[in-house]
């Protein structure tokens, strides 16, 4: 059973996924960076989860990344992002890691 969640993503994620407005990119940017590092390790290298870097997902499939960050992993501390972000950003997501994760923006500085 723990695999249906998972497997409803693969047939339903399309590989022709939106790309999130520039916008709320800079937002996951920052999510990834912050919630998914507090976990991941801050440079994504890993900690208490596993390294997050280009090399470490290379051989994964990126329809299994997308389904672990929309839906986590059952029996796990990794928590599913599904209240936070679509399933077409969650896709974005993981060909954001598999490319290599940019830094987060600079926050902006009022006057």
């Known amino acids: 059973m723990r ?9 339903a994620l399309p590989a022709w996924a939106q790309e999130p407005a520039p916008a709320r990119q800079q937002q996951l940017i920052r999510m990834l960076r912050q919630d998914c590092g507090s976990c991941h390790g801050m440079k994504l290298t890993g900690g208490l989860g596993p390294a997050l870097t280009r090399e470490a ?4 499939p990126l329809e299994s990344m997308a389904a672990t960050i929309f839906y986590g992993r059952p029996g796990t501390p990794m928590p ?7 399933e077409d950003e969650a896709a974005w997501m993981a060909r954001l890691l598999r490319a290599g994760a940019p830094e987060e923006p600079p926050a902006k500085v009022k006057p």
């Not at 997902?57 to 994964?60: N, Y």
């Not at 599913?80 to 679509?86: N, P, Q, S």
Request: hydrophobic share 60%.
């Open 80 to 86: 599913g992002w599904r209240g936070l972000m679509t």
């Open 3 to 11: 695999l249906a969640p998972t497997l409803l993503l693969l047939i």
């Open 57 to 60: 997902l290379a051989e994964r």
